[in-house]
């Protein structure tokens, strides 16, 4: 277990993870099973808001907002962190983002943005 200071390097990493915009969601049709949870604390020490993750299907779940739509790129950076700050994440090594997909997603965005314009 590890904890982080809001503008730590790792509190600021934490939140640039969840403000990326994902691109299509990573969604699998199996049920969550939330074995891992990050918790945020106020200043004083008291709990804002927990994140439930299920590592296994990629779910990641709030009580206050519900599920989080998240990628696959997310997922990877969520799963690199964990194992790098201590956590024995069970699914190191495995990848959920299939070969050619980073690029697909940098076209659909370039493509989006372009439409927008």
């Given at each position: 277990m590890a904890r982080f200071e809001r503008h730590s390097k790792e509190g600021i990493e934490l939140h640039k993870m969840f403000q990326t915009e994902p691109v299509a969601a990573a969604l699998f049709l199996c049920g969550p099973v939330y074995r891992?949870?990050?918790?945020?604390?106020?200043?004083?020490?008291?709990?804002?808001?927990?994140?439930?993750?299920c590592l296994e299907c990629g779910f990641l779940a709030t009580k206050q907002t519900g599920y989080l739509d998240v990628d696959f790129i997310v997922l990877d950076w969520l799963v690199d962190f964990l194992f790098e700050n201590g956590h024995t994440v069970e699914r190191k090594g495995r990848k959920y983002m299939q070969p050619g997909w980073l690029e697909k997603r940098e076209e659909f965005i370039k493509n989006r943005d372009q439409s927008i314009q």
């Open positions: 891992d949870m990050i918790v945020f604390y106020d200043k004083h020490d008291h709990v804002i808001s927990t994140l439930n993750l």
